[in-house]
């Protein structure tokens, strides 16, 4: 049994998942590979099920696919159109969630925000996945509070959804580069509700995303 083992007494399918996603992540199995289930059953100790039910869950996130003739692969990585449409998506939604949000904003729900600003900016960001995710999960969490903060459930599903894509932008790095900048991006989105604008808070969204695309790109 190797380093990948999965021992903890965690949910078995949780703990299976997130194994099998820090092996995505960490390119411990290869963009494109084929993932089968009882090698990888084999692999971490445990029974074909809960890495048949991670691996459910993987492909929501689109970081595993799935055809019917070849079963489970690694996603490929997300080439530069890909990631540019990725960002075009959250470019028609999150500028109007920041509006939104913003509109109906009070000082306990900018408290908040600064708070996830600050907990993103103290989160490690590396080496390898295992020292980063926890600053992916900030990052990410900054987002969904201005999801959150629209009052609309279905915007906060429509969010989620692009959260396994979004991990993806982080595929091949050994740790993440651009916190400083991405702190400063949300921290003047935060600015922007101090000020009750909603304009500018969507605004500085569109900035930031933008801002994200190119240093992906790079």
């Known amino acids: 049994m190797d380093d990948w083992s999965v021992t903890?007494?965690?949910?078995?399918?949780?703990?299976?998942?997130?194994?099998?996603?820090?092996?995505?992540m960490n390119r411990g199995l290869e963009p494109g590979?084929?993932?089968?289930?009882?090698?990888?059953a084999d692999r971490l100790g445990v029974s074909a099920t809960p890495v048949r039910e991670a691996l459910a869950r993987l492909e929501g996130s689109g970081l595993v696919v799935r055809s019917a003739r070849r079963g489970y692969r690694a996603?490929?990585?997300?080439?530069?159109?890909?990631?540019?449409?990725?960002?075009?998506v959250r470019l028609l939604v999150e500028?109007?969630?920041?509006?939104?949000?913003?509109?109906?904003t009070d000082d306990a729900f900018v408290t908040r925000l600064w708070a996830a600003v600050e907990e993103q900016r103290q989160a490690p960001t590396g080496p390898g996945y295992s020292g980063f995710?926890?600053?992916?999960?900030?990052?990410?969490?900054?987002?969904?509070?201005?999801?959150e903060g629209t009052g609309n459930p279905f915007i906060v599903r429509t969010l989620d959804s692009f959260r396994g894509f979004v991990q993806r932008l982080h595929q091949v790095e050994e740790r993440v580069t651009d916190a400083q900048e991405s702190v400063a991006e949300h921290e003047a989105i935060v600015r922007a509700f101090e000020d009750r604008d909603p304009t500018a808070a969507a605004e500085a969204m569109r900035v930031h995303l933008r801002?994200?695309?190119?240093?992906a790109v790079e």
């Open 133 to 147: 995710k926890h600053y992916l999960e900030a990052d990410w969490s900054f987002h969904e509070l201005l999801a």
């Open 95 to 104: 500028p109007g969630n920041a509006e939104r949000a913003c509109a109906r």
């Open 33 to 40: 590979s084929a993932l089968r289930t009882q090698t990888l």
């Open 8 to 24: 903890t007494p965690r949910g078995l399918t949780d703990t299976v998942h997130d194994t099998i996603l820090e092996l995505l």
């Open 211 to 215: 801002r994200v695309l190119e240093r």
């Open 75 to 88: 996603a490929p990585l997300l080439s530069s159109e890909e990631l540019g449409q990725l960002v075009d």
